[in-house]
């Protein structure tokens, strides 16, 4: 059974950076198409960014674009999602999510547990 | 703002049928896919694709697409349907962007 876990909740200070992950178990991340979603309390779905493997390589949202860097560490199966120059408007739950069973159709079958990013002086 | 909008608030009788709605210009070429999210847990595919529902997704729930809009359809609505949906698909850049719809929250009476 495929799981993504992702690391636990972080507390950062405004002007800080955070780096969470998202731990691949039961494949392979090489063969999935990593994303990531946050989610601000009381708010909607926000696409942040992933890998594109129509051009090969990771796309990002425009908003996060210059503070957001996705990577992957292929030896662990593990993908990191880091986030600097933290604002209080970055509080939410951000979400790892892959489309491991619909490759190709733009969905994400697979989620996260979801991990809380609270920005706070 | 989001380039796909969706009602925000939408309520059906138990049992009977609802239909959520996604509107963008960027659907004319692509699909959405469709997630239920409750509350505390993260966000489940329930449509994806022309009209694809993933292993253990009720047949209740169903696809369809017209020119701009996106709909997802739930016939024979069960209380545990409450929950807040959304849309998701490419962006109108071209640039193989994502981005979600505002969202839905659905009221079972």
């Known amino acids: 059974q495929v799981q993504l876990v992702q690391s636990g909740a972080e507390v950062k200070k405004p002007g800080a950076s955070v780096k969470v992950s998202c731990k691949v178990s039961?494949?392979?991340?090489?063969?999935?198409?990593m994303h990531w979603v946050r989610q601000a309390p009381g708010k909607g779905l926000e696409w942040m960014g992933g890998f594109d493997p129509e051009d090969g390589e990771t796309i990002y949202a425009q908003k996060f674009q210059g503070r957001v860097t996705m990577t992957e560490d292929t030896s662990t199966d593990t993908a990191y999602m880091e986030l600097s120059s933290l604002r209080s408007e970055d509080t939410a739950v951000y979400y790892c999510a892959t489309d491991l069973a619909v490759a190709g159709t733009d969905a994400f079958d697979i989620w996260g547990q979801g991990t809380m990013v609270t920005v706070s002086s | 703002s989001s380039e796909l909008t969706q009602d925000p608030a939408v309520s059906v009788a138990l049992g009977q049928t609802v239909r959520i709605t996604c509107q963008g210009d960027s659907l004319r070429s692509y699909y959405a896919s469709w997630y239920q999210q409750k509350p505390g847990q993260a966000p489940v595919l329930v449509i994806y694709?022309?009209?694809n529902r993933p292993s253990g997704i009720p047949d209740r729930f169903s696809g369809s697409s017209s020119g701009n809009t996106a709909s997802l359809t739930i016939t024979g609505a069960q209380a545990e349907d409450e929950a807040d949906y959304y849309c998701?698909?490419?962006?109108?850049?071209?640039?193989?962007?994502?981005?979600f719809g505002g969202g839905t929250k659905l009221t079972v009476l």
């Open positions: 039961g494949y392979t991340l090489t063969e999935l198409s």
């Open positions: 998701n698909s490419r962006d109108s850049s071209g640039n193989h962007l994502r981005v």
């Open positions: 694709g022309k009209n």
